[in-house]
């Protein structure tokens, strides 16, 4: 089989493209193939959506040549504030302090919008040599003993020694590959807004979590901050519905008025929430990345954070092959990609899920249990480091490009 390049990835989003940099800026040749026209991904406007980057993913972003292009329209993330209680009765006295100067690394992250992120990529795309990208969408997808070969709906076919999926929860890639999946809905929909506010919030992220599901307030650049608000599917679908001063309505006696008045800045977006987890990272001549390897609750904000760690990781695995002479998509090599990734990102599936059952009830033995553990973790400084260090992704087995 003549191949068209090294690898081949399916999926355009974020985490496909910052694979893609970081195998050609370590010499493979590689092919993006996105169904989504180039010009509704670069030419978004504001709208809200962001992403809270962990200090190894900006590590990772660095590495690869993004940062440097976004960095100007982050917004770093110096405190995370965590509390529980109800909506219009504040939270509980019981809560959880993270302070990013209890470590040396600095911030434990930075908050960027989604339009920021999704630009950088293209433009870093089409200045790096050896990337293709094509528009278009996979139909078809065969492996043989010397590569992969995909179609795509325009007739054309593509071959590679490795096809990677990285395009979502509900991946053709996988389904193609036979790779099955195990998870779960929530019940619960995410209502996704940007909110101004009248006084600055200094850099601090806020998750207050109630009995229907968590709200999320990150920092953005001045007074903004995008807001998560996780609700049961039925009551997000009746807030969804209003109009957007009664939207505000509902809000405000959940956000409170620490950051003084607020008012809603650009559109307002839902997303169901579930669990999905690949019951395999890999298959013949197959590896999957990001969503389309776990999909998690945005609890702890970790979903793109752990796709980034994904591409750290096979990154490393393929260049390690390659320096010993391996075939890269050989099962043996593709085995410790999934050995690296999918006990860590099972576990975070698994945390985060128990996390959500616990806080997203109003249970009032659960309610003292987790306020008088909020308080003890609050009160042990080696505790509280250890959770810093989690938030900030500097735990566990960091791949290179995520140790820079």
Do not use: C
């Not at 919008?113 to 528009?135: K, N, V």
């Not at 990154?315 to 860590?344: C, H, K, M």
């Amino acid at each position: 089989m003549e191949h068209d390049s090294d690898i081949l990835i399916v999926g355009g989003g974020l985490n496909g493209p910052a694979l893609a940099l970081a195998l050609a800026q370590s010499g493979f040749t590689v092919t993006v193939v996105d169904s989504l026209p180039q010009t509704a991904r670069k030419n978004a406007a504001f709208d809200g959506r962001a992403y809270a980057l962990a200090l190894s993913s900006v590590r990772l972003l660095r590495a690869i040549g993004i940062w440097n292009r976004v960095a100007d329209h982050s917004q770093p993330m110096l405190d995370i504030k965590v509390s529980d209680g109800r909506a219009g009765e504040g939270p509980s006295p019981f809560f959880m302090h993270f302070d990013h100067a209890e470590i040396e690394e600095g911030p434990m992250g930075y908050m960027l919008e989604d339009r920021y992120l999704r630009r950088a990529f293209l433009d870093a795309m089409q200045e790096t040599p050896g990337i293709t990208q094509i528009r278009d969408t996979v139909t078809g997808q065969q492996v043989d003993a010397q590569g992969v070969r995909v179609t795509l709906a325009s007739g054309k076919t593509l071959a590679a020694r490795l096809l990677v999926g990285s395009d979502g929860r509900a991946s053709g890639t996988a389904q193609r590959a036979g790779i099955q999946r195990t998870g779960w809905g929530y019940g619960q929909t995410a209502l996704v807004a940007a909110i101004e506010h009248e006084l600055p919030h200094h850099g601090v992220a806020h998750q207050f979590f109630m009995p229907p599901g968590p709200l999320a307030i990150l920092p953005l650049p001045g007074n903004v901050s995008s807001i998560v608000w996780s609700e049961s599917d039925a009551t997000a679908a009746r807030f969804a519905a209003l109009s957007d001063a009664d939207f505000m309505q509902v809000l405000r006696p959940r956000f409170g008025d620490f950051l003084g008045q607020i008012k809603l800045k650009g559109k307002r977006f839902t997303y169901p929430l579930n669990l999905t987890l690949a019951n395999s990272f890999v298959a013949e001549r197959v590896a999957l990345i990001g969503d389309a390897a776990h999909g998690m609750h945005p609890i702890a904000g970790q979903g793109l954070n752990a796709g980034l760690r994904d591409v750290a990781a096979l990154t490393q695995v393929l260049n390690e092959a390659r320096q010993r002479g391996e075939d890269i998509s050989a099962p043996d090599v593709l085995a410790r990609y999934q050995q690296w990734r999918r006990f860590d990102t099972a576990t975070l599936a698994v945390v985060t899920d128990l996390t959500n059952k616990l806080f997203s009830n109003d249970n009032p033995l659960l309610r003292l249990g987790r306020d008088l553990g909020m308080g003890a973790i609050n009160a042990i400084p080696k505790l509280r480091r250890g959770f810093i260090r989690e938030a900030a992704g500097l735990t566990g087995d960091l791949p290179d490009l995520m140790k820079r």
